[in-house]
């Protein structure tokens, strides 16, 4: 009986394993967010929380905007779930003719999947098996980047650069080699957007294949700015000449746009910013700006084209989830880019990103304050570590910013990232560094 069931067992927080999260210290004082509307979250008690960090970099359109919501509740009416597979519905051909609109290029093929981490496993296979169907077979490395973040399947932290989002997992993918991370401290502190310095630590691309031999690459892996890391915008010029070299080598560049796509930098694809066209994008998060899981990549014609060859009846590529392109997912998809091309969304934050530059650089001598990077609508904050104990400062700031301030922001080691979503206003743009300078002087 329903009462029973209610009575026996307890609404506590012990079961919920929560992510990325430590479970003692959240369950000891959570930071419980019971709804959101616009720029804002909510506690279970009402108290606004100013979301600096737009959810996980996701929700770029703001929360809980009412197109949004209502293409998901009538799509959840019209229809439920198609499979996946050897079927298709409509809108899955509306929002994938959508984002190849949105990609540069030849970038004109979209595969769908439900989250960050299976776009970049997703796009991983694509390109091993781009050469195997190509004869190319020998080419089979991958090469990610020091300090990168893709994901957490095995190929993400294969080629991922985070050490403890790897340490724990054994061996994980054989013939996997890493780029150096491009932050130098020394060379590029306090710099707004692109630094000057580090282009050439791409060249360290043609060391690596000097070693293992072009024909053994597969591909080359990058988030254009390395986001989770704690916002690393690229050297001036470092993407082409990665982009350069891939292509005199025959190795495939993979912008992996789960953070920079849908407006975060001021463009639709960060690849369109800089003026790199890769040979696949993934993306999620922006996508359905947060409100429901999808993920994808999105690949050049010729690609696609590699893998149409042998006869009709048999599947191409041998690879998809139950969920790729869920209808929910695909309605939202559309709403939200229809909601970004309306509220012109990326345009705003373009012109929004001097203002948020500046303001970001007002913390720049508060104590502890080690630099400040920004690009796009993106800001990372480096304090200085306790000493013994690194991370602690940031894990600080960041829950007393929750409780004591009502705003989010987000830690990673003793770095604070902020990425509010693309509806801030230029008040809350000062609201937000006023209150996370109180913070930063609280945590001293
Ligand atoms: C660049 C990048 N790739 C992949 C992912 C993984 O996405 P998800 O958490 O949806 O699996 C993230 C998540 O932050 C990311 O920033």
Redesign the pocket.
Known sequence: MPTARVATVPNDLESFWIPFTPNRAFKRAPRLIARAKDMHYYTPQGRAVLDGTAG??CTNAGHNRAPIVAAIQAQAAELDYSPAFQFAHPKSFELASRVAALAPGDLNRVFFCN??????DTALKIALAYHYVRGESSHTRLIGRERG????GFG?IAVGGIVANRKFFGTLLAGVDHLPATYNREQQAFTKGEPEWGAHLADELERIVALHDASTIAAVIV?PMA??TGVLPPPKGYLARLRAICDRHGILLIF?E??TGFGRLGYAFAAERYGVTPDLI?F??GITSGAVPM?GVIARDGIYDAFMRGPEHVVELFHGYTYSAHPLACAAGIATLDLYRDEKLFERAKALEPRWADAAMTLKDLPDVLDIRTVGITAGIDLASRPGAPGLRAYEAMARAFHDEGLMVRNTGDTLALTPPLIVSEAQIGEIFEKLAQVIRAVG
């Open positions: 996980l970099w989250s960050g981490s299976e776009a970049v973040y893709h994901g957490v993400g988030e986001g989770s992996d789960v953070i993934t999620a998060k993920g």
